[in-house]
Structures are given as structure tokens and as C-alpha cells.
């Protein structure tokens, strides 16, 4: 079979884009970025945080619905997964019943046991985002999807591995049965490059670089749904190209306060070496590497997120 277009330009062509990287890199904001360029060109969109996290809505000046979701902007909304929530939701379902439900898992046998298995947690976030995935609204006399794009905040890292590998996990610890058949179509959804694609963020820093390049190689199977890698916060001097060259005569002939511009000049362009570094780094990995400009002086709201997205837009 042939490989899927890697090429940025295709990334919203898929239904599900799940965001991953080192802790403190920016993952939300490259979610909300790419949730408002997909928003931008009229595409029903939402953003789901995990884990419980719940960054969003403040970011946008808003309170939070938790795991209600939320409207942002037009076409773009948000909601924070929590496990217990998902799984108190799935249950639910099953069971059709509050009492039956409440009598047979919420006591302190099963509460402890279903913290207890291995991955449970992060398969049955995932199952909440192939719900969303598959939500249908009824428009006139049609069925329509409810959202176009699902964009997944995962966790960091490893974690992030982990909530990927979750339903294959699952369906080789039960073997049969409902746990099996819900991580099996998860699993179909998730591990599908034509439906999922995956994007790690990284910031111009050894220590990032080190990890995303890490987390590709331990993604295995799911390298080839890597749809790009965005290098965040990245920062442009605004120097001639001859600076280097200009640099010894301005020394000579600087002041006190001219050396103390020369020193910002000389750390704007060591910053601007290791940003080439890291970009070469992340080259090597074969997926787009995409900047996203550092927004400076600018609180993150809803005009940052413009901004990103347009610049994410402009991206080959």
C-alpha cells in the first residue's frame, strides 16, 4: 500500500490530529493554532484537552465547561476528556441504567480496580474522541458530521506513546467481549494514516530536540502518521547578512551602550544557529518541519491564535 501524503498541506484532510511532545513546549497552543486555521476555512472543529487538563476556555477569556463542550469562535469549540467522566459516560451507555450503575461500580472494590487496569484510562479517552468522530447531527432532511476535525491535546511524551497503544493493549488483555470490540474499532480509527495523523511539537532547545527525536523512534508503527513536526516559538533576529562581517568595526568603534547592543546582536544570532540546529534535526525524522513564530510581548488569546494559524496556513 502507499504511503499517505505527509505533506502539511494535506494535515486537515484528516478527521483526527493528535498533538504530542516534551511537557512545556507548547502543545496546546500548536492545538488551538491548528484548530483555528481549520476553523478559518470553515471547518467544524474541536479541541480536546486530556487528562483533565483544562487550559483552553481561560486562555480565551472564557470559564470552563469541563467536559461540556464549549464554543470558542464560530466553527471552533473545546472540551476537557476526563477519564472518570468518559468512563462514567461509556458505563452509562452499557448499562442504561444510574442505579445498577452507581451499585456496581462506584464502591470501594470497583473504583480502585478499574483505576487499576492497564491503560483503561487512556483507551476510554480515546473512545470519547472516536464518538466524537462518528457524531452525527441531522441537517434538513441529511445526516452531517457534528465535527469535521477532532484535535487531540494528548499527554507528553511517553504518556502520549502510551494513550496511542492503549487500545491494542486493551485488546490483547481481554482477548473478547466489549472492552475488546470498543478497543478494536478505536484501534482501527487511531492506527488509520488516511483518518488520524499524529504532530510533535518541539521548541529550538537541546533537551526538546532530544526528546521528540526519541518519541518518533519509539512511535513505531505510528511514525508513518506523523503529518509534521512544528518547532515552536521560534525567533527572527532581523540582522543584514553581512552583520558578521560588519561586526569587528562596530566593536572598534562602539560605546558602552553600542557593546551592550553588539552582545544582543551576537545572542540573537547563537539563538538563531541552534534554531538551524534543531531544524536540521528534525528534519532527519522525513516529516514537514514547520516554524510557529514566538509571540512576544503578546498575551495567548484569541488574536495570538489568529496569528499562529495564518502563519501555519502560510506553511509548504
Known amino acids: 500500500m502507499p504511503s499517505p501524503d505527509r505533506s502539511i498541506d494535506r494535515l486537515l484532510d484528516r478527521r483526527i490530529i493528535v498533538v504530542t511532545g516534551k511537557g512545556g513546549v507548547g502543545k496546546t497552543s500548536v492545538s488551538l493554532a491548528i484548530g483555528a486555521l481549520a476553523a478559518s476555512r470553515g471547518m467544524n472543529t474541536l479541541v480536546c484537552e486530556t487528562n483533565g487538563a483544562d487550559q483552553i476556555c481561560g ?38 441504567f444510574r442505579k445498577l450503575y452507581e451499585m456496581v461500580f462506584k464502591n470501594r472494590v470497583m473504583g480502585p480496580f478499574l483505576d487499576a487496569v492497564p491503560g483503561l484510562h487512556d483507551l476510554i479517552q480515546l473512545g470519547k474522541v472516536f464518538d466524537l468522530e462518528r457524531e452525527r447531527s441531522s441537517v434538513l432532511s441529511g445526516r452531517t458530521r457534528t465535527w469535521d476535525l477532532v484535535v487531540v491535546d494528548a499527554p507528553a511524551t511517553g504518556h502520549g506513546i ?3 497503544t492503549a487500545p491494542r493493549g486493551m485488546m490483547r488483555l481481554t ?18 494514516p488516511a483518518r488520524t495523523a499524529i504532530v510533535l511539537v518541539s521548541l529550538a532547545e537541546e533537551l526538546p530536540v532530544f526528546e521528540t527525536v526519541e518519541l518518533y523512534g519509539r512511535l513505531g508503527k505510528f511514525q508513518e502518521q506523523v503529518a509534521a513536526v512544528v518547532l515552536n516559538a521560534v525567533r527572527t533576529h532581523g540582522l543584514p547578512a553581512n552583520y558578521p562581517d560588519l561586526r569587528p568595526e562596530l566593536l572598534a568603534r562602539a560605546n558602552p551602550a553600542g557593546v551592550e547592543a553588539i552582545a544582543l546582536a551576537d545572542a540573537a544570532l547563537r539563538r538563531s544557529a541552534m534554531q538551524d540546529r534543531a531544524r536540521q534535526s528534525l528534519a532527519r525524522l522525513g516529516a514537514p518541519v514547520v516554524d510557529l513564530p514566538e509571540i512576544a510581548g503578546v498575551e495567548l488569546g484569541p488574536p495570538a491564535f489568529d496569528q499562529l494559524a495564518a502563519v501555519l496556513g502560510q506553511s509548504p
Not at 482477548?175 to 488509520?192: C, K, Q, T, W, Y
Open 162 to 164: 502510551s494513550m496511542l
Open 175 to 192: 482477548r473478547s467481549g466489549p472492552f475488546h470490540d470498543n478497543a478494536r474499532d478505536v484501534a482501527g480509527l487511531i492506527e488509520d
Open 59 to 96: 486562555s480565551w477569556g472564557m470559564h470552563s465547561g469541563g467536559y461540556a463542550i464549549t464554543p470558542l469562535a464560530p466553527h471552533l469549540s473545546t472540551m476537557s476528556i476526563r477519564a472518570e467522566t468518559a468512563i462514567e459516560e461509556y458505563l452509562m451507555r452499557v448499562l442504561r
